[in-house]
């Protein structure tokens, strides 16, 4: 926050002035209570040694001198055994709504991030069959964190890898090919493991489209057959993922295969440097890598004995590529059923002489429980398998799907109520977020029909009657924007977002249902909360545009 970053830099010009150290255990945060002011500081505690003082001394110093560099706007009391409690005047906090005209859609943003280059990696399920609501809560999560990361100042690009090689694929074409055969009443011999082919009716379908385009497709060979409804199944399947995101509002800049990553000679390349670092050995005739040396609980295999590579061998193929690419950072968006595979991962970023918690992170993707009224809703007779994501979109719009997705901390199992969304009632969370900023765009509208417009900018002396406790919370509510979009860009994460803007709208409807503000006999004091109101919908439409949901003028 500026308050803070204000502070700061005048405490420790202050400290320096005086020819002391800043202290690493000086802490200057905001008071859970505001009866203690709007930051506190132990600064003071923690200077006494150095100051060969008595804390409250010290404080003392720094309180007047503060003050003294701040007159009228900071006051400062010692609370204690030499905490600092620090109150700004009205006016700082009225300063915030000119901040947000000024910036607009581009408040709340910084350079932090300073250019780092980042690569986030999400959805990327195999084209073997539509996206499920668990990968478009991942697609949200992804989606929002490079929204958030680049407005935070970072250089961000999107990926999905397909994993359009290896032994799932194949079955794929075999299951489609199963399926034609089926449609033709020709024999079939279907395979006695359930999981050594995919049921869902979207294989059909596929068999049926490929029979209508090429009726003598069956009379082929059979190895040329299945290669052939590999190959457009997968194209076929990735087509309607594409789809699917594109309608979800979800970004991917590059597609990266898999397959072209082995046809490269990416993977065994990776092989060679890793066997040239001494960390690649052949064992039990299959390779592996040396993970266990690096916090990995045991020693992985890249190759099986019957030749198939593992998905952890095109996976450090493809992060490899990506620092290649000069990339200084790349963060995996995963379910969290893949948690093992985080300490393995690590350890093959080590092995790439990266650093496992600086350059590479990975973001667990809990699982989605559907309801609907409260009771779980059935498997999908669709799918055969899951519920998908297109299911849901139509259900209830990608607004609702997105915010929901994004509700809660994204390795916190979510119950997602397809008729609690749908709902127009502030018991909607997403409702209660876009109603804040529809109900300040229809006071606008009205006040407008009144007669009482106000200014696109307003000035500093427009702005003095916001002096109530109900001007000023509503005040430093929108301040806070700035601190929860730095918080949340630095811990890689996107629900601090959502959880902010549920404050944010419940302060606004509270200050609305307290402050009728066009009733009032006095105009000045109409047209500052007025300005006011429109600041926090400002504030409200970037942080909905984080999450990739729209904000309606009205509802």
Known sequence: MRDILLIEKALRDIVAGQGWEWPEKAVLEIPRDEKHGDLATNLAMVLAKQAKSAPRAVAEKLVAALCEKFPGLVTAEIA??????????PSFWQGVVLDVEEQGRAFGSSKNGGGRRIVVEYVSANPTGPLHIGHGRGAAVGDSLTRLLR?????????????????????????????????????VVYPEDPKGWYHGDYIRDIAR????????????????????????????????????????????????????????????????????????????????????????????????????????????AYHANKFERGFDEC?????????????RMKAAITCMQHDPENDFHVVLIQMVNLMRGGEPVAMSTRSGEFVTLREVLDDVGTDAARYMFLSRKSDSPLDFDLDLVKQRNMENPVYYVQYAHARVAALLRRAADRGVTVPEKSTADMLTP??????????????????????A????????????????????HSYYA?????????????????????????????GLDLLGVSAPESM
């Open 466 to 487: 916001l002096t109530s406790a109900d001007d000023l919370a509503l005040l430093r509510e929108v301040e806070r924007f700035r601190n929860v979009v730095e918080d």
């Open 80 to 89: 204690g055994p030499g905490f600092i409690n620090i109150t700004f005047a």
């Open 331 to 343: 963060i995996d968006v995963w379910g969290a059923d893949h948690h093992g595979y985080v300490p």
């Open 209 to 316: 489209e490929m029979l209508e385009k090429d009726p003598e497709l069956p009379n082929r060979p059979e190895a040329e057959a299945k290669d052939l409804c590999y190959e457009y199944a997968c194209a076929t399947i990735l087509a309607g993922i594409k789809e699917d995101l594109r309608e979800f509002r979800v970004e991917h800049q590059v597609w990266f295969s898999e397959k072209s990553l082995v046809d490269a000679g990416k993977v065994e390349e990776a092989f060679d440097k890793l066997r040239g670092m001494g960390l690649v050995y052949d064992k039990d005739n299959a390779v592996w890598l040396a993970t266990e040396q690096f916090g990995d609980d045991k020693d992985r295999v890249l190759r099986k004995s019957d030749g198939y590579l593992t998905y952890f061998a095109s996976d450090i």
């Open 489 to 508: 860009a630095r811990a890689r994460a996107a629900h601090p977002v959502s959880f902010y803007l549920m404050d944010l709208a419940g302060r606004l």
């Open 151 to 187: 407005f935070a100042g970072y250089d961000v690009s999107t990926e999905y890898y397909i994993n359009d090689a290896g032994r799932q694929m194949r079955l794929l074409g075999d299951s489609v090919y199963l399926r034609m055969r089926e449609l033709l009443n020709l024999p």
């Open 514 to 542: 307290n402050n009728p503000v066009l009733s009032g006999d006095d105009e000045a004091v109409m047209k500052a909360r007025l300005v006011l109101l429109r600041a926090v919908s400002v504030v409200i439409a970037n």
